[in-house]
């Protein structure tokens, strides 16, 4: 072993990180130790405050630095379309395209019988709440095209059907099976554009 245990401690706590293999820890870590002091700390205490000061959106449940995100409370956005994803990381999938203008609702998961998730585990009440209260009219439900993201598609359509707004789903531009988040931008603006009516 070469390299000085500090180093190789680092190096395993980035390598836990979605993403990061260890090949690429070592890299991070080979490039922070090569920073001054002060950048290092100025990334570690941004680090901290980011631990500290964000939360989730009380209206939808984005990330937010505050009691609303800055989605929630962009006024120029139509309120009565409401785009439903599993994660945070969906959401900001979309974003990055610049097709949608209304606003989400995060479910913070999907339901997953194998994994015993279901639908009270999912912020499913508080869509229900947010549809009578703001009058929506579209529910774009944007889950994932997979097993349990078409099982929550399917369950979320059914839980609407009383509730008299249209319920569509994104377009299967996207690959079966795929992530949101790794679509391209012109593949999920296709994908918004395109979304069918859901049947319940």
């Known amino acids: 072993m070469f390299l000085p ?3 190789i401690e680092v190096s395993a706590r980035l390598s836990s990180l979605p993403g990061i293999g260890p090949k690429a820890a070592d890299r991070l870590v080979f490039y922070l130790l090569d920073q001054s002091d002060e950048d290092v700390l100025a990334l570690a205490e941004a680090l901290l405050a980011a631990k500290r000061e964000v939360m989730f959106c009380r209206r939808c449940g984005n990330f937010a630095q505050g009691d609303l995100c800055e989605v929630c409370r962009d006024s120029s956005r139509d309120t009565k379309l409401l785009c439903v994803v599993e994660e945070i990381r969906d959401l900001s999938a979309i974003e990055r395209t610049g097709a ?3 606003l989400y609702h995060v479910l ?3 339901i997953d019988p194998i994994a015993r998730i279901g639908p009270s585990e999912l912020r499913l009440d508080r869509l229900l709440e947010r549809i009578t209260l703001d009058g ?3 529910v774009i439900v944007a889950t994932n095209p997979n097993f349990n993201g078409d099982i929550t598609a399917m369950y979320i359509a059914k839980l609407l059907a009383a ?3 249209r ?3 994104i377009a299967t531009g996207i690959p079966k099976g795929s992530d949101l988040e790794f679509a391209d931008v012109f593949t999920l603006t296709q994908a918004l554009e395109k979304r069918t009516d859901v049947q319940s």
């Open 100 to 102: 949608f203008r209304g």
């Open 167 to 169: 319920v569509t789903r």
């Open 163 to 165: 509730s008299g707004v």
């Open 108 to 110: 913070h998961g999907r």
């Open 136 to 138: 929506v009219r579209e």
């Open 5 to 7: 245990r500090r180093f």
